[in-house]
């Protein structure tokens, strides 16, 4: 199974993802994303992203690697055929960060060939500034993810699952009952 975790900026995503994947005996396997930003503290090549030139980026899309590719925030990102490969041989749930455009973009052209469960964090406005800035982003990335806030919401319907992620514990408690409540559906 193959869960598309999406959602605003700062909404807790990677968060989530680390939590779920740092669990002892996790079920939970990742996928990592391929960019062109600079890594942010913490960040290590593979983990969550590998970090690419403009360059380097552009001859992925030419060579067709790329499922789904998007500019987003002032840098590329894009989801890799051969990671995916990659991820889904170990045989875990496969969770992976997208953002919303590319969520529901991967979704549909993967929908035939694994089971794709898309699940949308949230959370209000004024939460999302407080974790930009409490993340340490510039005054100008913080002006630039709150101008989209509007349009990453507006895909909120696009999700089979919605979650307001107010506290961590139960956003991971609510991951684990959807992916166990999808694979019971398989």
């Known amino acids: 199974m193959f869960v598309i975790l999406s959602g605003c900026a700062a909404v807790g995503k990677n968060t989530v993802i680390n939590t779920l994947l740092g669990e002892e005996n996790s079920s939970f396997g990742f996928m990592p994303t391929y960019t062109t930003r600079s890594p942010r503290p913490g960040e290590v090549e593979g983990f969550p992203y590998h970090f690419l030139t403009e360059e380097e980026f552009r001859k992925k899309i030419e060579e067709g690697e790329l499922f789904e590719h998007e500019f987003i925030h002032t840098s590329f990102y894009g989801s890799s055929r051969k990671l995916l490969a990659e991820a889904l041989a170990t045989g875990k749930t496969i969770i992976k960060d997208i953002d919303v455009k590319g969520a529901v973009n991967l979704g549909k052209i993967l929908k035939d060939e694994i089971k794709v469960v898309t699940v949308f964090l949230y959370i209000g406005k004024e939460e999302l500034e ?19 806030y509007e349009e990453e919401m507006s895909y909120f319907d696009f999700f089979d699952y919605k979650i307001e992620n107010v506290r961590l514990e139960d956003t991971v408690s609510l991951v684990k009952e959807i992916v166990e409540k999808e694979s019971s559906l398989a």
């Open 130 to 148: 407080r974790r930009l800035v409490g993340r340490g982003d510039s005054p100008e990335q913080i002006r630039i993810r709150m101008s989209r």
